[in-house]
């Protein structure tokens, strides 16, 4: 079992930074993937960014320029640096982790609100 905590979300005007943190522990020797999806309220959950363990990154258009994952393996953490932030970045974030063995396991965060206001 993976368990995956976020932290770091909050309220920021139009313009401003945020940086989410996720801090994973239990069975993480064999994550393949990590990242960060959002929702907003009456939509679906979107991927934001992932990372492999190659070092392979991957953005959703809309966030591209504006966001940066890293991940700092010494503490098994993963960051989205979020700047620029847009009232349409409203949403609850969440992290995630992927395991691709036999079959795929994913794991989820509980979830960290980030509210931009205008």
């Known amino acids: 079992q993976v368990q995956l905590v976020e932290s770091g979300g909050g309220l920021v005007q139009a313009g401003g930074s945020l940086r989410l943190s996720c801090a994973a522990s239990g069975s993480i020797s064999s994550i393949n993937v990590v990242g960060w999806y959002r929702q907003a309220p009456g939509k679906q959950r979107e991927l934001v960014a992932s990372?492999?363990?190659?070092?392979?990154?991957n953005y959703a258009d809309s966030v591209k320029g504006r966001f940066t994952i890293s991940r700092e393996n010494a503490k098994n953490t993963v960051y989205l640096q979020m700047n620029s932030l847009k009232p349409e970045d409203t949403a609850v974030y969440y992290c995630h982790a992927k395991r691709v063995v036999a079959t795929i396991t994913s794991y989820w965060g509980q979830g960290t609100q980030v509210t931009v206001s205008s």
């Open positions: 990372t492999t363990t190659g070092g392979v990154t």
